[in-house]
């Protein structure tokens, strides 16, 4: 690969990347350590694919070329571990969710990084992994391979963090997850085998993109308070599924409202309030099957879609979704209760009700349920 071919490519995925960032930090989500962490690899990767440039002027010898080849080799090398190990840092965060854990993993990888730098910086004088001739021509050497599988160790190791906690990970986000570590990985391997090519930045390049599309959608998609599915996700789920259905084979959905929630804000504040929708998700969430689908309706109403048209199925998940509601309401976990009023129904295909019509019936059939369990 010359360097004008070189060149084209990586302006077009700095191009890309700065397209990406300018949107990115628009986000109003800076405290967030994820949100960092992206926006580092982000400008880590701008960075290194400029230097990359660099590294392949081979001018005269006697020239400032020659210094600026030594210096952008040495870059690219004493950095080349900063990217995956940023990657492992943000699928931790996005595994375990605490920050406290995820910090003391970053103390162990900028120590790993630290050693690979002067690992490289003694590696200039031993030509151990590249030397530069006389001619100011890069030459890499057999140890070649021993930092491309330190790259490709650390890839894999945050591509086994992901299979391994699929349950722990939000569905929505745990293909772009698995994804991302498939282009640099293909990248690696083909710059290794095939000399000349530079195709482990660009690679990045798509994976960055694709983690970047999914966090759009999820936040478009998403409430930002629960994490679950927001109104207008349920509204594009809710017709999705109307218009999907046929005779004999619908789905069915269920209405929830918490019972007096303002009660809970007024007496206990309203973090307090916050976290008890956070508990109502996780609740409802033990109850359902994969696949099923939750959304916070508004407020203080949720709404399951559930794939099942067995109206017996349908009562049975409602039971276990007010048997584990009475269960937390036994614990002595918070002073407070969640008492729930439940509407649930099964889509009637030949009914050809329409959305809005739907959900009405569902607010109907809880508001009843609501009346009578404060008449009880």
């Given at each position: 690969m010359n360097i004008v071919s070189n060149i084209i490519i990586n302006v077009y995925?700095?191009?890309?990347?700065?397209?990406?960032?300018?949107?990115?930090?628009?986000?109003?989500?800076?405290?967030?350590?994820?949100?960092?962490?992206?926006?580092?690899?982000?400008?880590?990767?701008?960075?290194?694919?400029?230097?990359?440039?660099?590294?392949?002027?081979?001018?005269?010898?006697?020239?400032?070329?020659?210094?600026?080849?030594?210096?952008?080799?040495?870059?690219?090398?004493?950095?080349?571990?900063?990217?995956?190990?940023?990657?492992?840092?943000?699928?931790?965060?996005?595994?375990?969710?605490?920050?406290?854990?995820?910090?003391?993993?970053?103390?162990?990888?900028?120590?790993?990084?630290?050693?690979?730098?002067?690992v490289v910086i003694f590696s200039q004088f031993f030509g151990w992994f590249y030397y530069i001739d006389a001619e100011n021509i890069y030459h890499r050497s057999p140890f070649f391979l021993i930092p491309v599988a330190m790259i490709a160790f650390l890839i894999v190791t945050a591509f086994i963090i992901v299979a391994k906690n699929k349950n722990k990970i939000e569905r929505k986000n745990y293909a772009s997850l698995i994804f991302f570590a498939i282009p640099p990985l293909a990248g690696v391997l083909l710059q290794a085998v095939f000399y000349g090519f530079s195709l482990m930045l660009n690679s990045l390049t798509i994976s960055m993109l694709v983690v970047f599309v999914n966090m759009q959608n999820h936040n478009m998609y998403t409430d930002y308070l629960t994490g679950v599915n927001n109104r207008k996700k349920l509204d594009l789920y809710l017709r999705g599924k109307i218009n999907s259905s046929i005779e004999n084979r619908t789905f069915s959905a269920i209405m929830i409202d918490v019972n007096d929630f303002k009660t809970i804000n007024d007496t206990f504040g309203h973090d307090a309030g916050d976290d008890a929708l956070k508990i109502c998700v996780k609740l409802l969430d033990s109850c359902i099957e994969e696949g099923d689908f939750i959304a916070r309706f508004g407020g203080d109403e949720f709404c399951v879609i559930l794939n099942t048209f067995d109206e017996s199925l349908l009562k049975e998940t409602v039971y276990r979704i007010k048997n584990c509601f009475d269960k937390y309401n036994q614990s002595i976990i918070h002073p407070y209760k969640l008492e729930i009023s439940i509407g649930y129904a099964v889509y009637d295909y030949e009914s050809l009700m329409k959305i809005e019509d739907f959900q009405k019936k569902l607010d109907v059939l809880m508001y009843k349920n609501k009346a009578l369990v404060k008449k009880s």
């Open positions: 995925a700095m191009a890309v990347l700065l397209i990406i960032y300018i949107q990115y930090v628009k986000k109003q989500e800076k405290e967030f350590l994820q949100y960092k962490i992206y926006v580092i690899m982000l400008k880590m990767t701008i960075f290194l694919l400029v230097i990359d440039v660099l590294s392949r002027l081979n001018g005269s010898p006697n020239t400032i070329y020659v210094y600026i080849n030594h210096i952008s080799n040495f870059i690219i090398y004493a950095l080349n571990l900063v990217i995956p190990s940023l990657w492992i840092v943000y699928v931790h965060d996005q595994v375990l969710q605490e920050e406290k854990h995820t910090k003391r993993l970053i103390f162990s990888l900028v120590l790993l990084n630290v050693i690979n730098i002067v």
